[in-house]
């Protein structure tokens, strides 16, 4: 059963409260329901962590590899519980163990997207919150999307940007985010792909770029717990070296350690067969150096 | 008087002889009568054999002539009964004998003389083996029915030829010589829209459309718009071997049930490649109507069946694909008759990976909700992407990479060459399955794949994990299996191996499923 917490009450959160005072009261969530275990401490250091709904490979491997560090070392992380960025960040902060706020866009008793379902009992399982101030089984609408946003920028002391392209949800939270001088942080993306435009943006405008989760974790003045490795080929390429594979699949490894590529575009670079290639890929594959999506090939 | 043409009824594909029974009567007033379930083609034909024979300087008899088409409870339909009929009436005027052992169809122009008429194969082949000697069809229609060897064929130009031939003029319509089956070795004369070498890039796709062609598989392409899904599709056609004897009789044969071949044409001898629209109907797709013509799909025998825009079409004539997929011919039922044609085409689909087709688009993004994307990615349904082999996406290509590329002849080869491989990995399965009833990797059923691909240890251990981690069904697996034996084909080697099943892998479902 959800409950509710009155704005009246000592158990808002005041940095919610306090940012809302920017903006006029009227326009703030008078009543916040939730589903979990409301605990005031999970208030105390938030991230926002947004991200745009076309997430690329890239953008959900930075965002585990950031969130993985932020969430672990107990920054809790807040997001709008929509697929793609935010499912990402959610997702990585379950699975490290660490606390989590998904705000929804919809009424407390909706789940939405339906498709999350297990995300959402996973928050909850973690110790984390479902926070919603719109009863019952209200549906999403646009409004409500932009109304969420203020709320995840509200409740946190600053915000992470992955992904966004120009004029998307993301930015509509960064913006909020600047109102209330909650500090801002962008991922850099490669310049070619449309979902870097918005953080590109954010970044000329002032937000800090990030390649690790150390930059955060020095703002909130806390010291890194865990570290996760993300560098697998090491292994791979020392397995390598000992001469157990083929001199192709170290191409293709040094080559994907760069960027991802198409199978067409390694076959043209490397001068190989394409059925050649497409072997030598499946054998990769299958020892889990690599990874497939979309059509392109990812370093694991 | 009574006079007796024998003919032919084509109901599909087979054949059934009809008597004509005309007679003509001196009692009762003077007029012109057609029973036995005759069409509204057959009816009609009274004027244009009326006004044939006054063309020809006979007078049409004063008589009361009536025309009995005998099994009179099969409905006949269509113009070819215009020359017995006509030949019947003719016999009576200028008394001569119709010839035993002999059928007769055609259309007749108002002038007298005989038009192109469709079944004049069908008919050759029922008269060899009904013990008929001689088949008089138009001239237009001769030869077309002289491919069937054992048959004399008269090609006949109009009736007053053909009375004067039956008078005792008989070198009036020369016997036409059979026309041979020639298997052209490396032309496929087939007129090909683009040479394989012309698709830049792509060499993914271009080798699996390759291994589709060597083993007859089913393929999908998913891609964007403008990655060349189409342009390889068309090209498909240049790879492909040309058709053997048996295949080019039994496509000749379709194509004479529906009125498929040209005047003056003969045996088809090339693989045929259909492309209907997504707004085809499902009779005009899969066969059907009222009397239940061949479709899409059985004009496409032993060819290719080329499905563009493949979620565009309706559901109910995808689900209609699932069993000519399955056994290589479909059975259309009606309440009057039931009729098999034989539909065991390669199925090439073409498919964009969302409704605005972006999704997988390098540059232009994509503005569809994972929903619109869900939905519409599952309106191919699983039991058809089931039965479809190789499945690849096919990835826009930035033409100034190639300027430079053009000449590299390594990544651009010609159709002809690509199907000389073909033509060698089809030799092989035809060695191997000799003895069986199928023809190609793709028509294996799994005691076939237990039988002629047995695979080495090291070879199934690659094959179990991959369907572990990649999360194959059980008939991907078998899929697979058909696979790899046709690249082993290709290569030109007896046994599968590692190598083989790994490229294989390449092809599976998997490689497509968008996050």
Partial sequence: MAEAVEITSEKYPKILKVALKELQLSLGPKKLYYRGNWDEKIFENCLAV???????????????QIVTQAAASGITIVSGFMYGGDEAAHSAAVKCGGKTIAVMPCGIDLIHPPSQKKLYREILDTGGLIISEYPGFTQPQTFTYIQRDRIVAGLSKAVLVTEAALESGSLITASYAKKFGRKIFAIPGPITSEVSQGTMKLIKEGAEPIADAKDILDFFKITLKFSKKTALPASALSELRRGKCFTLEEKIIDQLKREPLKADEMARLFAVPVAQLGTALSLMQLKGFINQDNGKYYIN | MLIKVPSVVNLGLETIKVDIEINLANKGLPGFEIV????KAVDESKERVRTAILSSDVDFPQKKITVNMAPADVPKEGSMYDLPIALGILSSVLEFKIPEKSLFLGELSFDGSLRHTKGAFLAALFAKESGYTNLYVPKDSANEAAAIKGVKVFPVEDIAQLCRHFLGFQKDVPEIFPIVYKQSKNENNVVVEFDMKEVLGQEQAKRATEIAAAGGHNIIMIGSPGSGKT??????????????????????????????IPPGGSLITTRQFRSPHHTASLAGLVGGGSKPQPGEISLAHRGVLFLDEFNEFPRAIMEALRQPLEDGYLTISRSRQRITYPADFMLVASANPCPCGYALHPKRSCNCSQNQIQ???????????????????????????FEDNQKNSEFLEPSDKIRQRVMQARAKQEARFGAETICSNSQMKNSHIKKYCKLAKDVEAILRQASLKFNLSARSYMKMIKVARTIADLAGEAEISVNHMAEALQYSPKNFETA
Avoid: W
Avoid at chain 2, 232 to 260: D, M, Q, Y
């Fill in chain 1, 50 to 64: 947004v991200g745009s709904r076309r997430l690329t490979y890239y953008g959900r491997k930075a965002t585990e």
């Fill in chain 2, 36 to 39: 036995g379930l005759a069409g």
């Fill in chain 2, 231 to 260: 342009m390889l599709a068309r090209a498909l056609p240049g790879i492909l071997p040309p058709l053997n004897e048996a295949e080019s009789l039994e496509v000749t044969k379709i194509f004479s049930a529906s009125g498929g």
């Fill in chain 2, 375 to 401: 939905k519409y990615q599952k309106r191919i349904s699983g039991p058809i992407l089931d039965r479809i082999d190789l499945h690849i996406s096919v990835m826009p290509v930035d033409a100034t990479e």
